[in-house]
Every structure is written in C-alpha cells, then in structure tokens.
C-alpha cells in the first residue's frame, strides 16, 4: 500500500534549520506530484512546496522561496525539504503528500490523495 513516512522534525531556535525527509513506498514513484505542506493551529493547511519527480520541476509558496529548498533522491525515493533561517512563525506540523502528473502553483489540497502521517516543527523567538 502507498506510503509516505515524514521524518526530521524537531524544536530549533530562530534562524536554525531543520531538514525534512519524506520516503515513499507502494506506488509508481516516476511523475509523480510530491508535495509538502505545514498546518499551524487554528490555520488551515497550506502547500509550502512541490516537486514533480520525472523532471525535477519545483514550487514555492512565496512566503518560503528562497528560505526552504525543496529535492528528492529518485533512486532512494525520498523527497526533501530543507529548511533554513527559520522563524516562529514556521512553527507547523508539516506533511508530505502526492498527487499524479505534473506539479503546478497552488495545485489544490484535494488532488494529493496520500498524505504523510506528518513531522512536526517548532522554532522557539
């Protein structure tokens, strides 16, 4: 069955880093979507970052681009997110999900049918 399995979470100060992995299982990896996203309390989930695995192409929501990288290791399939300068307000648990076909911006939550069981981040002022 398809799995994805976030690990790298943790508690940083402010302007540490912090690198995500997300390994996946169970599925055709090639063209695929993989997708991280964050879920702060009270806040709905929102994408942080996407790349399509057979082309390598990536996104950002704009609020991380240039902070957060987003890479895979196809042969390992595990994508990654790296994380730096970080700020209380990256506080979140993020996920990793996917979706079929290509990534594009602000492709809706909806079109990631498996999701991560989540990691969670916490950067302290």
């Known amino acids: 069955q398809v799995q994805l399995v976030e690990s790298g979470g943790g508690s940083v100060e402010a302007g540490g880093s912090l690198r995500l992995s997300c390994a996946a299982s169970?599925?055709?990896?090639?063209?695929?979507?993989m997708g991280w996203f964050r879920q702060a309390p009270g806040k709905e989930r929102e994408g942080v970052a996407s790349?399509?695995?057979?082309?390598?192409?990536?996104y950002y929501a704009d609020s991380v681009k240039g902070q957060f990288t987003i890479s895979q290791d196809y042969a390992k399939k595990t994508v990654f997110l790296q994380m730096n300068s970080l700020k209380p307000e990256d506080t979140a648990m993020y996920y990793c999900?996917?979706?079929?076909?290509?990534?594009?911006?602000?492709?809706?939550?909806?079109?990631?049918?498996?999701w991560g069981q989540g990691t969670q981040v916490t950067v302290s002022s």
């Open positions: 999900a996917v979706a079929g076909g290509s990534c594009y911006r602000n492709r809706p939550l909806a079109d990631f049918g498996y």
């Open positions: 790349i399509h695995t057979t082309s390598d192409i990536t």
């Open positions: 169970g599925y055709t990896y090639s063209n695929r979507c």
